[in-house]
């Protein structure tokens, strides 16, 4: 069974759902504990906290290696204080990236679909705009035949008898 054509602008209107932005429907379905999952991902994949995490290693590294004796707090060569710290952060930000990535992943879904809308509402409108096409085309014929047929019967009745 084939989906019945609009031929006009008022039928494509009663047909399709206007557009919307997903974008904004996406944030405010966020709860706060949702947007704050987000940004911590948002964050957490920058290039900005690899280095601040680099240099914050390096920094904890070098004094606990090479700083005055007295003054190092996690001692070489086992840095102890430094592995428990890094490894809590990674047991508190691994969660929190996996909650963000699937609330990124549930926004990408929503625009996926919502971009499908959009092509189907344009394709409705295509259609519409061919088929109103094709009808001047077979009225512009129309009149060349009825201007032809009037020019060659002229022609025909002011010829010499």
Same mark, same amino acid.
């Given at each position: ?12 209107? #009663? ?92 926004? #990408?879904?929503?625009?996926? /679909?919502?971009?499908? /809308?959009?092509?189907?509402? #344009? /394709?409705?409108?295509? /259609? ?34």
């Amino acid at each position: 069974m084939a989906l019945k054509v609009p031929k006009t602008v008022e039928e494509i209107r #009663a047909i399709i759902k206007p557009i919307r932005n997903i974008n904004i429907e996406q944030k405010q379905q966020l709860s706060n504990l949702d947007k704050l999952a987000v940004w911590i991902t948002d964050k957490v994949g920058s290039m900005g906290f690899f280095l601040l995490i680099f240099v914050w290693t390096v920094c904890w590294l070098v004094w606990n290696s090479l700083g005055p004796t007295a003054a190092r707090f996690d001692p070489y060569p086992a840095f102890v204080l430094w592995l428990f710290i890094s490894n809590m952060i990674q047991i508190f930000l691994m969660p929190l990236i996996m909650i963000g990535q699937n609330l990124q992943s549930d926004h #990408a879904e929503a625009r996926a /679909e919502a971009d499908f /809308e959009v092509n189907c509402k #344009a /394709e409705l409108e295509i /259609e519409t705009i061919l088929l109103h096409l094709e009808n001047q085309n077979k009225m512009m014929i129309q009149i060349l035949e009825h201007l032809q047929k009037n020019s060659d019967d002229k022609k025909a009745n002011d010829a010499p008898k």
